[in-house]
């Protein structure tokens, strides 16, 4: 038992430096031409490290002057929260009542709401896809957010094909925007959408955007101009308009490299211009204009 263990924990430390290899040395998708100002622009700075308790951060939101963040699957369901002015020290652990951490993978916020997305599909074959809505000043789960994708016929389907997987999701304009993390053989990043509000729902397929790497988070700046992706190795910028329909526009405007990054996936904007990543294992950083 132990050697198995051993053995599937040295494959997946395999297979995450294999991708990271291949996602920091490859160039930015759609971004080349602006990649050098992006860089320039910004700097990344390491600034601590996460309690122990958070041994596999995947997610973040700010309520109020409140970070909270997650571990992965198969963790507590439960919510840490850090405070800001204390070096991200843990303020409390909250228990989130009625739900359970299948395969937490994201966090995102409306005020005092916080969706917790429960959609980690690595192997593309789940069919109980949900988002928990909790209410973070009142502790109250308010419901659950119930969906499938209506482009995915077999679970799962054959390798090349699973782009099923989900990591990275915001809010805005009573939606929720998913971005799929690829794990078959294109390079296209779907973009579906569902009401932020509890039900069943069949995802709405938008668009899709061209990312040389795996999404792993995703969040949109609080003016709602900006858009930031998060990949193994290198954080993406899209500027994004909203039609009439609520439908999203792309435009990408740089990406930047991350080269310490190891296994990222949470980010979040502090504010228009700055922002906060943390990764499983256990180190948190600034994004921030240079």
């Known amino acids: 038992m132990y050697q ?10 395999s297979i995450f430096i294999f991708v990271l290899f291949n996602a920091t040395f490859a160039r930015c998708p759609q971004v080349d031409e602006n990649c050098d100002t992006c860089q320039d622009a910004y700097k990344i700075q ?4 996460l309690p122990d308790v958070v041994d596999e951060s995947s997610g973040l939101a700010k309520v ?6 997650h571990n992965d699957s198969g963790g507590e369901p439960k919510l840490f929260a850090l405070d800001p002015e204390n070096k991200y020290a843990l303020k409390e652990d909250i228990s989130i009542p009625n739900a359970k951490n299948k395969d937490w993978e994201e966090l995102a916020q409306k005020g005092d709401t916080i969706f917790i997305g429960d959609f980690g599909n690595n192997k593309n074959k789940r069919q109980n896809l949900r988002i928990y809505i909790y209410d973070s000043q009142k502790r109250q789960t308010q419901g659950e957010i119930k969906f499938y994708y209506p482009d995915q ?5 054959e390798k090349k094909d699973r782009n099923f997987d989900c990591e990275a999701f915001f809010y805005a304009r009573n939606n929720l925007y998913l971005f799929s993390k690829n794990r078959g053989s294109s390079d296209f ?4 959408r569902l009401p932020a509000y509890a039900g069943n729902y069949e995802a709405q397929l938008l668009d899709s955007i061209q990312v040389k790497g795996q999404v792993t988070a995703a969040d949109i700046s609080p003016d709602g101009k900006m858009i930031a992706l998060l990949t193994y190795g ?5 500027q994004v308009d909203f039609d009439e329909q609520n439908i999203p526009t792309l435009r990408a405007d740089g990406c930047c490299r991350f080269l310490r990054a190891e296994q990222s996936e949470a980010i979040l904007f502090l504010d228009n211009h700055n922002l906060l990543i943390t990764n499983e294992q256990g180190n948190i950083f600034t994004m921030f204009r240079g």
Do not use: H, S
Not at 189 to 192: P, S
């Open 189 to 192: 990043v779907k973009i579906y």
């Open 153 to 157: 016929q077999a679970f799962p389907p």
């Open 64 to 69: 109020k002057n409140i970070v909270y963040t």
């Open 46 to 49: 390491k600034i601590g490290r």
């Open 234 to 238: 290198m954080v993406l910028f899209y």
């Open 4 to 13: 198995n263990e051993w053995f599937n924990k040295l494959l997946r430390q």
